[in-house]
């Protein structure tokens, strides 16, 4: 059973800058493709970043050159660099495992998720 677990969310002022982790557990991390998405109350998940295994990346327009994923295949660990965060930032954000695609903005391309962590950005 392949598990995922996000850290580093938190508050920041507008302008600033967080990096998430997601630590993958239980499969073979370097096959996989990693995403992170966002969620805020009353919408669906939102696609933000994917990596693939390939370390080819797409990023959602809206957060084009002020987020940044990576991966770290010895430590099992994929990460989002968020800078020049904005109120409309704030959200849950989730990483997820895609294992069969080479990267995919679509959320049912995606066969495992972790359980978030808080994002909040205040102006």
């Known amino acids: 059973q392949v598990q995922l677990v996000e850290s580093g969310g938190g508050w920041v002022q507008a302008g600033g800058s967080l990096r998430l982790s997601c630590v993958v557990s239980?499969?073979?991390?370097?096959?996989?493709?990693m995403g992170w998405f966002r969620r805020t109350p009353g919408k669906e998940r939102e696609f933000m970043a994917t990596?693939?295994?390939?370390?080819?990346?797409l990023y959602a327009d809206s957060v084009k050159g002020r987020f940044t994923i990576s991966r770290d295949n010895a430590k099992n660990t994929a990460y989002l660099d968020m800078r020049s965060l904005k109120p409309e930032d704030t959200a849950v954000y989730y990483c997820?495992?895609?294992?069969?695609?080479?990267?995919?903005?679509?959320?049912?391309?995606?066969?495992?998720w972790g359980q978030g962590t808080q994002v909040t950005v205040s102006s």
């Open positions: 997820a495992v895609d294992m069969y695609y080479s990267g995919s903005y679509l959320p049912k391309d995606y066969d495992y």
């Open positions: 239980g499969g073979t991390f370097s096959s996989f493709s």
């Open positions: 990596i693939s295994r390939a370390e080819r990346t």
